[in-house]
Nanobody, 122 residues
Framework: VQLQASGGGLVEAGGSLRLSCAAS????????MGWFRQAPGKERESVAF????????YYAASVKGRFTISRDNAKNTVYLQMNSLKPEDTAVYYC????????????????WGQGTQVTVSS
């Protein structure tokens, strides 16, 4: 299983970024996918999950209403559209895949991409 995240960068507060994660080896509607982030000195935290078919999503309270997770199973890709970015969103963002179509806990995600840096300036 390989996951390749991209789309990070430097953006001013209030701006937008779109992250992409291309998956291989474990694809399709049987596997949940998620985005997570880790800021310096902090633990990795969940940002958003999507079920295998994309019909169920979850968002952390801190990003709800600003971020949107989606997936295109035909392209084996999951996206994270991030709007109204804040300096506190600065972190390395990781995508991951789970063994099951529904996975609501970070502990259920067992394959991880390499991460992409998002920096939001104030």
């Amino acid at each position: 299983v390989q996951l390749q995240a991209s789309g990070g960068g430097l953006v001013e507060a209030g701006g937008s970024l779109r992250l992409s994660c291309a998956a291989s080896g474990r694809t399709g509607t049987h596997y949940a996918m998620g985005w997570f982030r880790q800021a310096p000195g902090k633990e990795r935290e969940s940002v958003a999950f999507t079920s295998g078919a994309g019909g169920t999503t979850y968002y952390a309270a801190s990003v709800k209403g600003r971020f949107t997770i989606s997936r295109d199973n035909a392209k084996n890709t999951v996206y994270l559209q991030m709007n109204s970015l804040k300096p506190e969103d600065t972190a390395v963002y990781y995508c991951a895949t789970a063994k099951y179509a529904y996975a609501g806990s970070i502990n259920e995600y067992d394959h991880w991409g390499q991460g992409t840096q998002v920096t939001v300036s104030s």
